[in-house]
């Protein structure tokens, strides 16, 4: 059975900085395209980030380049979403995600940015 | 960027209607859109890939059509389990971008 399983969501003030991780399982991680895609509370969806199956390939939204940095470990089997100089719009639920049609999705890990 | 755009913003529907959910790219995909499924507090499920391809498991009333710059995601026969939100995803290029989504009410 395939799972991603995101961690490291939590409230945070604005500036801070977390980590997220997703742990993957039940398919061939490392041969997977990996993404980060938010949803903001009662909004659509967003994504974030993506990186190749090799890590050779990394994209960002305008909306986090310069202040997230998409990582992954292929012999861990998991995936990573640094994020520094956290703002209230970085606020919601973070979804690790998988391919270019995202056929795999984690259950949200949720991210609060407030003072 | 590519910009999408979903039509309508909410429908109404009854159950056994036939429900057509329009996305339209701002520029060429070629087929390189997906369909996805959202319920209240649950992660996405994919639907449909490369605009006409049923994902396994997801029910044949759920179908897909359009290349280019203009999709339609059709219900045959709504059941009470597809009243949802819908959104359509360009997977073309770089940065990915999604609809603003269709909410699908019980009429």
């Known amino acids: 059975e395939v799972q991603l399983v995101e961690s490291g969501g939590g409230l945070v003030k604005p500036g801070g900085s977390l980590r997220l991780s997703c742990a993957a399982s039940g398919f061939t991680f490392s041969s997977y395209s990996m993404n980060w895609v938010r949803q903001a509370p009662g909004k659509g969806l967003e994504w974030v980030s993506s990186i190749s199956s090799s890590s050779s390939d990394i994209y960002y939204a305008d909306s986090v380049k310069g202040r997230f940095t998409i990582s992954r470990d292929n012999a861990k089997n998991s995936l990573y979403l640094q994020m520094n100089s956290l703002r209230a719009e970085d606020t919601a639920v973070y979804y690790c995600?998988?391919?270019?049609?995202?056929?795999?999705w984690g259950q949200g890990t949720l991210v609060t940015v407030s003072s | 960027d590519i910009q999408m755009t979903q039509s309508p913003s909410t429908v109404s529907a009854s159950v056994g209607d036939r429900v057509t959910i329009t996305c339209r790219a701002s520029q060429s995909l070629s087929r390189w859109l997906a369909w996805y499924q959202q319920k209240p507090g649950k992660a996405p499920k994919l639907l449909i890939y490369?605009?006409?391809s049923l994902e396994s498991g997801v029910p044949s009333r759920f179908s897909g059509s359009g290349s280019g710059t203009e999709f339609t995601l059709t219900i045959s026969s709504l059941q009470p389990d597809d009243f949802a939100t819908y959104y359509c995803?360009?997977?073309?290029?770089?940065?990915?971008?999604f609809g603003q989504g269709t909410k699908l009410e019980i009429k």
């Open positions: 995803q360009q997977y073309n290029s770089y940065p990915y971008t």
């Open positions: 490369k605009a006409s």
């Open positions: 995600a998988s391919g270019g049609h995202i056929d795999y």
